[in-house]
């Protein structure tokens, strides 16, 4: 997968490691965290040696991104163990609490960032959101998230080596400190772009709890969130996530364009894309380009099939297909704005794409493509490339096609 990524003419890589929570009476505050080993469904609970197995298995893997010359990015996700449906973004999770025994941080932004400093180098830049699409626990729990900050970067930094005992095997030696790369680590929060408190939009939060998220986001490096833009038919359509995000941040007293300017936040995008799904199931294509417009972050789960693809890949391309258009059209629109650091309204830093599913155009998920075909559309592809080397200076811009009107 890192290689593949490394043919779309990106730099940075992010990495969506996700655990799971156990919520057994569905009040959105989890009862323990568990994982799931292999391939197999059954959620199980953590030991701490399963931690440590865990932290130094995904070593390699790190390594190989880093001496690759990627930078790397983390929004580390939560899913449900219960597989019932809860979504991660209701959940109150305390980070620095146990549940179960463990807390998030143990289970999850400790091991993160040990493995981060086992590989790091004088060159390599990291973006590392505490979560993704997680917003209750961000909104809930800012001071907490906050004490984070710096412990998690001085965690990566390596500038602790008394804890090297409890480091997993196989980290001791590399584990050093180097302050001096403190300017290439960059730490952040990252929600969801609506429903910030989960379920909803947070309404009359209280002046502590408003003090306290204007705190935290202006000690953050970074303002990471999940972007799915509801594009119509102009470039400006790109902001529609953004838009909304702001207009949920205001209740807490925060003007995004205002903390990314005055404020020298970086705005990352930890998710963007267009899934081309109708349902939360996973498991309806859209049909039509409106339809797919409409719900951009619904899409279709699972390894490709030709029945459920909603771009319709598998159609020759002298053949008409109303979403297939539309998925070539919103990219060529995504390049133009990004081209433009966004705007006109909020300017954007960096975006990383969903690479999961039906939103996984490039085919870099390794179930995305199979005997029966691909999720990869080779316009797509093209687009994303082109654009990516270009801003590197290694190319122009080419994208196929007409663009849309801005």
């Known amino acids: 997968m890192v290689d593949r990524a490394g043919q779309t003419g990106s730099t940075k890589l992010n990495f969506v490691v996700t655990q799971f929570f156990l919520d057994r009476n569905y009040d959105n505050i989890p009862d323990s965290y568990c994982h799931k080993p292999g391939s197999t469904d059954k959620c199980e609970p953590f030991t701490q040696d399963i931690i440590d197995a865990w932290t130094k298995a995904f070593i390699p893997c790190l390594e190989y991104a880093v001496k690759a010359g990627f930078d790397i990015a983390f929004t580390p996700h939560l899913d449900d163990g219960l597989a019932s449906g809860v979504w991660r973004n209701a959940q109150l999770i305390n980070p620095i609490a146990k549940y179960g025994g463990f807390s998030y941080t143990d289970i999850m932004l400790l091991p993160l960032a040990q493995a981060m400093a086992a590989v790091m180098t004088p060159r390599t830049r990291v973006w590392y959101a505490l979560q993704g699409e997680m917003s209750a626990m961000v909104t809930a729990f800012p001071a907490e998230h ?118 020298g936040k970086e705005l990352v995008f930890n998710e963007f894309g267009v899934g081309g799904g109708i349902s939360p199931s996973g498991d309806q294509p859209a049909r039509t380009s409106e339809q797919a417009a409409e719900s951009p972050f619904f899409g279709v789960y ?67 493509t199979n005997k029966e075909g691909s999720y990869r559309n080779e316009v797509v592809s093209a687009i994303i490339k082109s654009h990516n080397l270009a801003l590197r200076g290694l190319g122009s811009i080419d994208n196929p096609g007409s663009y849309p009107t801005y």
């Open 146 to 263: 906050q004490k984070l900050l710096p412990y998690i970067k001085q965690v990566i930094l390596g500038s602790h080596p008394e804890w090297a005992p409890n480091v997993p095997l196989g980290m001791q030696v590399i584990l050093g400190s180097h302050p001096e790369w403190a300017p290439n680590v960059r730490l952040g929060v990252s929600t969801n772009y609506n429903k910030l408190c989960g379920m909803g939009a947070c309404q009359n939060p209280s002046p502590a709890q408003k003090a306290a998220v204007q705190a935290l986001y202006n000690a953050v490096d970074f303002v990471g969130l999940s972007s799915y833009p509801r594009f119509k038919n102009a470039v400006s359509d790109m902001e529609d996530a953004t838009e909304i995000f702001n207009y949920e941040m205001l209740e807490f007293g925060i003007d995004i364009a205002k903390l990314t300017t005055e404020g």
């Open 302 to 368: 699972g390894g490709y099939t030709r029945k459920t693809d909603p771009w319709r890949n598998s159609l020759p391309p002298n053949v008409l297909s109303d979403t297939r258009q539309y998925l070539e059209t919103w990219y060529r629109a995504a390049a133009l704005w990004l081209k433009r650091k966004g705007g006109p309204r909020w300017r954007v830093d960096h975006v990383f794409l969903w690479n999961l599913n039906s939103w996984d155009v490039q085919g870099v998920h390794m179930q995305s």
